[in-house]
């Protein structure tokens, strides 16, 4: 599919839309991404998602060049719909946002093309019943953890190896680096090297920042 089919098909949708590329740069902006937004098209081609749209889900992960969205993407791997709070206009605002991924012609790079549905009201809903739940109910620690953990947020399909996983299991103990590499049969450097690709990932500064996401996102 060449650039141009792609901008058609952005185009052919009255839902705010547009395209990114393999960069994560916009190659094409609706009218309906304009009016959500507040930028028109010449102002949004071969900016960031970060700088125009400024999306956090809700487990605090931002868009970033390392989005879980674009990994996935080069990767061929579909991505179910999410929930992501943007900026409209200068208004912080739920969205539910669904990806294609398509091919340009010649290229294997992959564009993503994101089409997007205002679901406020909603979201807004869905996260008072989730601090209800947290401050007026005694559900066993379990059903709690289900309950919150962030289905519809891009955090939640992270792409952690089983290793990851592990160690982040561990980290989520308090261990220390050098007690996870003893307990994993591993080298201080290689567990070292895990944990900054599980930050890198999750779009995390801290391991406790992302210990806290993946907790939010089910991953742990």
Not at 17 to 40: C, T
Not at 178 to 199: D, G, R
């Amino acid at each position: 599919m060449r650039l141009g089919e792609i901008k058609n098909l952005v185009d052919g949708t009255a839902d705010p839309a547009f395209a990114l590329d393999s960069n994560g740069l916009i190659a094409a902006w609706n009218q309906g991404a304009a009016e959500l937004f507040g930028f028109q098209e010449n102002e949004s081609l071969g900016k960031t998602c970060q700088q125009l749209i400024q999306g956090i889900d809700e487990c605090g992960m931002s868009c970033t060049e390392n989005c879980t969205i674009q990994q996935r993407a080069r990767n061929h791997q579909p991505l179910k719909n999410y929930d992501i709070q943007v900026n409209a206009n200068g208004k912080r605002q739920w969205c539910n946002v669904s990806v294609i991924i398509v091919d340009e012609l010649n290229s294997k790079n992959p564009y993503t093309i994101h089409i997007i549905r205002p679901a406020d009201i909603q979201k807004r809903f869905e996260l008072l019943v989730r601090d209800f739940v947290i401050n007026e109910t005694s559900l066993p620690t379990v059903n709690l953890s289900e309950i919150l953990s962030a289905k519809t947020a891009p955090s939640s399909a992270t792409d952690l190896t089983k290793r990851e996983v592990e160690i982040l299991q561990h980290l989520s103990k308090g261990e220390k680096t050098s007690t996870i590499a003893e307990q994993l049969f591993i080298s201080k450097t290689t567990a070292n090297n895990h944990i900054q690709h599980i930050m890198k990932k999750l779009g995390a500064h801290t391991r406790l920042e992302a210990i806290r996401r993946a907790e939010q996102a089910g991953l742990i």
